[in-house]
């Protein structure tokens, strides 16, 4: 089922919002033009994961050679540190199987939609 989160082009590209979606929080995150809803609970504490500061990160690097980068792309929980690829999911320390748990977006002239399974 489809559920409307956002008026169409509520949110710019970097922009994110917490909603409310069948008794459960959602981020909605828009970056390069998609949409992406994270539920709002880290796989590590249950944390509410997506009050956390969304930014880049450090990629790996050789010794000395400290490379920036996935800018506006890596949300960071806001109680432990952990941060995960907001386009994926994916929690980024090398060899994690943890993941945030996604749903399908889907946006077109009359709003942003989360879809959820019944």
């Not at 989160?5 to 008794?23: C, F, H, P, W, Y």
Request: glycine share 12%; hydrophobic share 35%; aromatic share 12%.
């Amino acid at each position: 089922m489809r559920y409307k989160v956002l008026e169409a082009n509520e949110l710019t590209d970097g922009g994110q919002r917490i909603v409310s979606v069948k008794e459960m929080e959602l981020g909605i995150y828009r970056i390069d033009g998609r949409y992406y809803a994270w539920r709002n609970v880290c796989p590590h504490a249950a944390a509410p994961v997506c009050a956390g500061l969304v930014r880049g990160t450090r990629l790996p690097s050789g010794v000395y050679d400290y490379r920036f980068g996935l800018d506006n792309q890596v949300l960071r929980c806001p109680w432990h540190g952990w941060e995960f690829d907001l386009t994926n999911g994916r929690h980024l320390a090398q060899g994690s199987k943890a993941k945030l748990r996604g749903y399908p977006v889907e946006a077109d002239e009359s709003g942003v939609y989360v879809v959820i399974g019944e």
